[in-house]
């Protein structure tokens, strides 16, 4: 019998798996199981910037480009993001206790929306709002959104939408595909908390069954929700370890070991390596926070602090921004920075293929001593 794997171990695996090349951005997508988007553009956006980290020659703007040949869709999972078609299956139908605040508001709307979709074929929320009216509600945010453009989310929501494809960042809508039958309840509950597992293992079981609730409560009631979770932690599918009183979960079809190679990586926040808080802090022993929204007075790592990793460490983070054709990236250590040899020519090349990506012409490497 082999020996428990010690969190050095666990901490090799985790990078190793994540970060395995890709051949395509649909290649990286099914490994993953799912790409998290964000809007938020520093010196590019989330998905760009795990993408790039994992399909080589890999240049910012390509998922957008690609998105509609490609058997991908967009839709909500623990958050938002993209995920191969077939997922679908797995998160829908939702049930209709989610129904938004806006369909309650505007009770005839959803039904004339969905008839316009599919006459069009396609539907940008600017020409819908033309045609429907242009009524506001208060939006996620506090502010204010067409109701029309709420309601075609909705509709989204429910499966009963899809999106096409972009146009300079905006959804436009198409009717849905045919999914096929949804699973049975335990099938599906099963199927979801796998895909989190594949995800982001090795994974504490505490932050499993934080994720195992945000992406099961918009589809299951909460009964089958805790008996979908007691059920996995009995899977023989499921392997685990305890260290330090803290009990690690993993895909047992894996072995939980990996090389690391010695090269430099800008993560992006919520690239699957760093995502989970408590397992970034057990394997790199600091808190990492995503600080887009914290006041800049109150900020220790910057606007869209991204996370540098050093073969299977996590040393430090790096401000990016793009001005006038130079990619600047300021870079700040958890400590000191390595003295390891090779450490700064892996990180030059790696802001040389991040300048690459984002077809920045020169690059600039400060601060981090």
């Known amino acids: 019998m082999s020996a428990a794997p010690s969190l050095a171990d666990l901490r090799a ?19 993953l199981g799912f790409l998290q988007l964000d809007p938020i553009r ?46 679908l299956r797995l998160l829908h139908p939702r049930p209709a206790r989610w129904r938004r605040h806006v369909e309650r508001e505007h009770p005839r709307l959803a039904g004339r929306l969905l008839a316009h979709v599919h006459e069009t074929g396609e539907a940008h929320p600017r020409d819908v709002a033309a045609r429907f009216g242009r009524g506001s509600v208060v939006n996620g945010w506090g502010g204010q959104s067409s109701a029309t453009t709420r309601v075609l989310e909705a509709l989204h929501h429910r499966g009963q939408l899809r999106v096409a494809r972009r146009v300079n960042g905006i959804k436009v809508y198409a009717p849905a595909r045919a999914s096929g039958e949804p699973l049975p309840a335990p099938a599906r509950a099963r199927a979801m908390l796998m895909l989190l597992l594949g995800l982001y293992a090795p994974l504490p079981e505490a932050s499993l069954r934080e994720l195992a609730r945000m992406v099961t409560e918009t589809s299951l009631p909460p009964l089958a929700r805790a008996r979908a979770f007691a059920a996995l932690l009995r899977d023989d599918a499921v392997a685990s370890t305890v260290i330090d009183g803290v009990r690690w979960l993993w895909p047992a079809n894996e072995t939980p070991a990996g090389d690391a190679p010695a090269r430099a990586l800008l993560l992006a926040p919520f690239d699957p390596v760093v995502w989970d808080r408590r397992r970034f802090a057990a394997f ?27 073969r299977d460490r996590v040393v430090g983070w790096a401000n990016a921004s793009l001005r006038a054709g130079t990619l600047a990236v300021e870079v700040g250590y958890a400590g000191t920075a390595p003295r390891e040899r090779g450490f700064t020519r892996a990180l030059a090349a790696d802001v040389a293929r991040l300048g690459e990506a984002l077809d920045a012409p020169r690059v600039e490497i400060r601060g981090g001593t």
Do not use: M, Q
């Open 13 to 31: 695996y985790a990078v190793a798996r994540s970060l395995r090349p890709a051949a395509s951005i649909a290649d990286a997508i099914a490994a």
């Open 42 to 87: 520093a010196p590019a956006r989330a998905a760009d910037l795990i993408l790039r980290a994992r399909v080589p020659a890999y240049r910012v703007g390509d998922l957008d480009r690609d998105y509609p040949a490609l058997p991908l869709a967009e839709d909500y999972f623990h958050v938002y993001g993209v995920v191969p078609e077939p997922t």
């Open 284 to 310: 790199w022993g600091w808190d990492y926070r995503f600080e887009a929204y914290t006041p800049p007075a109150k900020r220790c790592f910057g606007y869209y602090a991204l996370p540098l990793l050093w």
